[in-house]
């Protein structure tokens, strides 16, 4: 049976997809023939030829990852899709559909939204398909059968990572177009800032790979070719002894690599620091979010900006880069706040671009904020909203009006030197 999964990322250029990647393997790896769609904005994709791919292919299962940002264009392929076999199943996934309300399956053209990790979910759904009742006795997901919405038992996926085929080793991808590998070394963040998804949708938890199954992959990939990595670990360096052991071992195998790893800044040493140097990390980024402490304990960033600009010093004096993750549109946070985090970022050095451009604080399905929005001041804007979207940044603040909000966007992308791309979502 044929799998198709999609990554549809029309706001920049083509990235290696690794969480449908992990899918990929996982189906792959229980005899299913999946290939994976990567749509960037660099991609060479007409209506004629995506018409075409799904007309040959035949799909019985497309399994698209989800955000706020794209998900109009995920609901038009859908509807694509469905107008080319009206009996192809669609099921989505990732960060949107999570916590997204089960109503809003009555108005999106798909039969499936996932309620957790992947890859046991897309398992079922494609078993359930293959064995001619697509909707008997899966699991993990909110499906929609005869116009009804039912929910199916939750799954358990790995304590373990290492038990999901790697989407490397296994061949899922195409490299063609990639100038970067992604690469996870976990999975989940045990912290709780206010405004993130992932802690909720990780349950405080956080899963490891191994040392030796992270070695496998980076060995497998400098061979092919491909010697630049961007880990996407929220925490990469949450269990020090650990990090200190993989960092010890891609300087002991002379890999001429480099690095992009994201971390928090209390997990941030002098002897990490000069050890993350040597085995080739050029970009360290952490997370500010604002220059206001008042404003860092109403989120609950757990860090002050004393401690984080100790870790920044760390990393530039080993001749790291540094990017700084930052909000605007914060609960309590003023526009004389908003404008101390700009100063703060170019008073350190830091160049605005790339994952240091600032965007608006946005209210995803599932944090903290979104569940409590009143209690922290926000204030969404009187519209109209279909039960796929959250409040996004279609708010106001008790501190700062809309335009104010709309303001500090503006002088943020006026001193940015690449105008405000790749901005992080």
Known sequence: MNVLLMEINPFSEESIPISIGYIGAFLKKNGFNVKILNIGENTNLSKLSLYNFISEFKPRLVGISTYQRNILYVIAISKFIKAIDKETKIVLGGPQTTFMPAIALKYMPVDYICRGEGEFTALSIAQAIEGGDPFSNIMGVTYKADGEIFDGKPTVPHDDLDLYPSPHLDGVFDYKNIKEAILLTSRGCPFNCIFCYTPHASHHKIRFHSIERVMEEIKWLVKRGINRFWFA?????????????????????????????????????????????????????????????????????????????????????????????????????????????????????????????????????????????????????????????????????????????????????????????????
């Open 233 to 425: 670990d929220p925490n990469f360096s949450f269990d020090i002894g650990r990090v200190h052991s993989l960092l010890d071992k891609i300087i002991e195998s002379n890999l001429k690599i480099h690095m992009w790893i994201e971390t928090r800044a209390d997990f941030m040493d002098k002897e990490l620091a000069k050890k993350m140097k040597m085995a080739g990390v050029h970009t360290v980024a952490y997370g500010l979010e604002s220059a206001s402490e008042r404003v860092l304990k109403i989120i609950n960033k757990g860090i002050s900006l004393k401690r984080l600009e100790e870790a920044i010093y760390l990393t530039q004096g080993y001749d790291m880069d540094v990017e700084l993750f930052s909000l605007f549109g914060l609960p309590g946070e003023t526009m004389e706040d908003a404008l101390k985090t700009i100063m703060f970022v170019e008073g350190h050095g830091v160049k605005i671009k790339g994952n240091s451009n600032a965007q608006q604080m946005q209210l995803y399905f599932g944090s903290t904020i979104t569940r409590n929005y009143s209690k922290y001041g926000i204030r969404p804007l009187k519209e109209r909203r279909p039960p796929y979207l959250s409040i996004g940044d279609r708010y106001e603040t008790d501190a700062m009006s809309y335009k104010e909000i709309l303001k500090i966007k503006a002088i943020w992308r006026k001193r940015s030197l690449d105008k405000g791309k790749r901005i992080v979502s």
